[in-house]
């Protein structure tokens, strides 16, 4: 097999925010075999590896010298089923929201909360993606990886995943795995899960027998209203994550601000709303250059034209500086930094 490997291009169509930065190679993936031959070559040539999906929750500051694989590995299957749940098998280059749509028309519930995030499935167990109340790891079964450095393939279950908020082992170890494809279990008997907040605003009159279908249409609506489509202005979502403090540091702050946003974590913490904390910091709408925070979201850092990757890195930076100033509080980038 001869590799088709690109020299010298622009990775602006492949990252959302729509950063014009150019990689040495690149080489598109659309089948193991591929992948396995380019790791070889890489070797080979003695050259890194940088993986892309989508480029949703990438931020690009550079050129990248390196060889750059876009993972567009397709399909979706049925591989097992467990009474009214079924164990789904999908390769790493689906887009995410495509296998939403496929998942909620054969009336499988699990991952309609998780409607219009954009990117590729071999995202989703790295990031453990998550909205509105559900993550990756609820439905997550079993991920397959090839470990770069012997081309092994790997299974690992949903406990070696080591998944956390916005976390997982494969995001410690990235020179080490490619995701190239998950299993989930969904179900048509899984239960609804309307009761987040921000969902409730858009609630039709009747909630008692809700399809899953009903409730991915909720979700695209609830998130259109409040976040730019990439598509139209450049953005990779939400840029930071929602911070976790002690319940001492939150009761802390609530004294000085009695509308503070926190959601429950976990044993002795809970996590405080990043866009709360940026939009009372004086941010939300600020902008500087071609860079800036969403109108009606603070937490999304938006490309208005030509911005580069160490300009959204800059206003990053200051946003981070600000709010650790005011709240004692540092927040941490979501996107990967290249």
């Not at 496929?102 to 009336?107: H, L, N």
């Not at 927040?331 to 290249?338: D, G, K, M, S």
Request: negative net charge; charged residues 15%.
């Amino acid at each position: 097999m001869s590799l088709n490997i690109q020299e010298h291009v622009s990775l602006k169509p492949f990252n959302t925010l729509g950063i014009d930065v150019n990689a040495r190679y690149m080489l598109f993936i659309e089948d193991s075999a591929t992948l396995l031959e380019a790791l070889a070559w890489a070797e080979q040539h003695n050259i890194y590896v940088t993986v892309i999906g989508g480029g949703s929750n990438t931020l690009l500051t550079q050129d990248i010298d390196s060889l750059v694989l876009v993972i567009q590995t397709q399909g979706i299957r049925i591989v097992e089923q467990q009474g009214s749940a079924v164990i789904v098998e999908v390769e790493a280059g689906v887009v995410w929201h495509e296998l939403v749509t496929w998942s909620v028309q054969q009336g499988l519930g699990g991952i309609e909360n998780l409607s219009l995030i954009y990117g590729t499935v071999g995202a989703a167990p790295v990031q453990n993606i998550g909205a509105y109340g559900v993550e990756f790891k609820d439905v997550c079964h079993q991920v397959q990886a090839i470990n770069r450095v012997t081309r092994t393939v790997r299974l690992f279950t949903a406990e070696e995943c080591s998944f956390s908020y916005r976390d997982s082992f494969f995001k410690h170890y990235p020179e080490q795995w490619i995701v190239t494809r998950v299993q989930i279990r969904l179900d048509h008997k899984a239960p609804v899960n309307i009761g987040y907040a921000a969902l409730q605003s858009n609630l039709p009159e009747h909630t008692d027998q809700l399809s899953y279908e009903a409730v991915s249409q909720l979700v695209i609506k609830t998130r259109q209203q409040r976040l730019p489509n990439p598509m139209q202005l450049g953005n990779a979502g939400s840029f930071f994550k929602n911070p976790i403090v002690t319940i001492e540091k939150a009761e802390q702050l609530k004294q000085q601000y009695a509308d503070l946003v926190t959601y429950p974590y976990s044993v002795g913490q809970v996590k405080l709303a990043a866009g709360w904390l940026i939009d009372k910091a004086g941010l939300k709408g600020f902008r500087e250059g071609d860079v800036g925070t969403y109108p009606l979201q603070a937490l999304v850092l938006v490309n208005y034209g030509t911005a580069t990757g160490k300009d959204v890195l800059q206003v990053a930076q200051k946003i981070q500086t600000i709010v650790k100033e005011k709240f004692g509080v540092l927040l941490e980038p979501e996107p990967v930094i290249l």
